[in-house]
């Protein structure tokens, strides 16, 4: 039987105010511990220091910043493990992006390509090359006919070009570890508080005790719990089905056989979008009064504006709620999408991806983060594996504006509608869409399941 790994979330009963203080305090200085850690650590020079870490954990000790922070061993170290975590993440990921760099460069030989390769894989080296400084060739690289002043100068050109700045999220939690960091006693959570030997109660509202590594996020007055729980999955007995679904923005949930899951999402998110839009609006225009009330000298009324109409708790529950709705929304699509279709294989597309250098109009970018078109996508991930249905991604070109009866290129007219000029063919885009993903995996696949 398969296994996923899933994360289970719990909630804590109201908690006292000097307990929220003290967690709000530690998610402050935990991101602060990670930031520095970003700053030092992220950067070409400490790339051969990242594995196994002991050196940045140890230089991080006799940094003194815990002791200036006053924060206990143990949320100090997992911090900085934490932020090693990422910047490792983080070079995983430019690693396999010049990996694939370098598989698409028209310049280079298949030479060329594995000493790239070899030099990736070999960390201690790729660091070495990158610092400009000595470092014995792995044996495989030793004898190719490659231009290795060109093809180091490349990589360097490329790291520099693409290893970013990692964005610390502003109080997005922190992570407690089992024994040193938290533990039950009379069933009751205990966190490692600020002083030595004394926990801090956190009574939760179920009884579920846990034994890894646990990620806290503080709420107004109580907390939430995050913990990967590993759980068993199968395919339920009888689903047979192959589906093809075209995941949109109109209707949530497209397949090729005709049948729509989530319709009308656009009328909840449009909805929110306008309600922002507008309320940002009115927030600016407060914000314009307030500092012309400044400028003339009048701070008690520009407090008063600011006090009255531009506060955030407000504003970020009622933004809360809202995706809430949508979310549950979502979520009850995609359970009555797999009650009735009984896949046990689901094709859809890559996402596409938006924008090249992620310079996009702001206008646009407060539209992007209310598209839940990666929402759907996450939580249709996560239902696969707890069902152990095989979710197949293909390449979105050609799905788009390709007609699926003549494979001709049609467009999309008003009302999402697609037409095609040269068959006639009228329909919506979104299932046009899931069409010409059924016919692209079935002409690169063969039949359907079981047939
Ligand atoms: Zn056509």
């Avoid at 003290?22 to 950067?43: D, Q």
Wanted: aromatic share 8%.
């Amino acid at each position: 039987m398969a296994t996923y790994i899933k994360s289970v979330r719990q909630y804590s009963r109201k908690l006292p105010p000097d307990t929220i203080d003290f967690l709000r305090w530690l998610t402050v200085v935990y991101a602060k511990v990670k930031k520095t850690v970003y700053e030092r650590y992220g950067g070409i020079g400490s790339l051969g220091k990242l594995k196994p870490g002991y050196t940045v954990l140890n230089e991080m000790r006799a940094s003194g910043m815990r002791q200036e922070l006053g924060m206990p061993v143990v949320y100090y170290e997992l911090a900085v493990l934490d932020a090693l975590t990422v910047i490792k993440g983080r070079w995983g990921i430019l690693r396999d992006t010049l990996k694939r760099l370098a598989a698409f460069h028209e310049g280079f030989t298949k030479e060329d390509k594995t000493y790239i390769y070899t030099i990736l894989k070999w960390s201690s080296v790729y660091a070495a090359i990158l610092k400009r400084e000595d470092y014995e060739e792995p044996d495989m690289v030793k004898d190719l006919p490659v231009d290795k002043h060109r093809l180091n100068n490349w990589l360097r050109r490329q790291t520099r070009k693409r290893l970013g700045k990692i964005q610390v999220m502003r109080e997005a939690g922190f992570k407690i570890s089992p024994k040193a960091g938290y533990s039950y006693k009379n069933g009751v959570m205990r966190i490692a508080g600020r002083q030595p030997r004394k926990r801090v109660e956190i009574p939760m509202r179920d009884g579920r005790q846990f034994s890894r590594q646990l990620h806290v996020e503080v709420k107004e007055d109580y907390i939430v719990l995050t913990a990967p729980v590993t759980k068993e999955s199968s395919l339920p007995e009888g689903w047979a089905n192959e589906i093809y679904v075209h995941i949109g923005d109109v209707d949530a949930l497209t397949l090729s056989n005709g049948h729509v899951y989530g319709e009308g999402l656009n009328k909840l998110t449009d909805a929110e979008t306008e309600r922002l839009n507008a309320k940002n609006r009115l927030r600016s225009q407060y914000r314009a009064a307030g500092r012309e009330a400044l400028e003339k000298g009048n701070p008690d009324k520009a407090a008063v504006i600011s006090c009255h109409n531009l506060g955030t708790m407000k504003y970020q529950r009622q933004k809360e709620r809202n995706r809430a709705k949508t979310t549950s929304f979502v979520n009850a699509a995609l359970n009555r999408m797999l009650a009735e279709e009984k896949p046990c294989r689901i094709v859809i597309t890559h996402p596409v991806k938006m924008g090249k250098g992620g310079k996009i109009a702001k206008s646009a970018k407060r539209k992007l983060t209310r598209s839940f078109r990666g929402f759907i996508r996450e939580r249709l991930r996560e239902k696969c594996e707890e069902r152990s249905i095989e979710l197949v991604r293909i390449p979105s070109k050609g799905t788009g504006l390709t007609c699926s009866v003549c494979g001709e290129m049609g467009k999309t007219a008003v009302g999402n509608r697609f037409k095609c000029p040269h068959c006639g063919y009228d329909a919506a885009a979104s299932l046009n869409g899931a069409r010409n993903i059924e016919k692209k995996y079935r002409l690169e696949h063969g039949s359907i399941v079981g047939s």
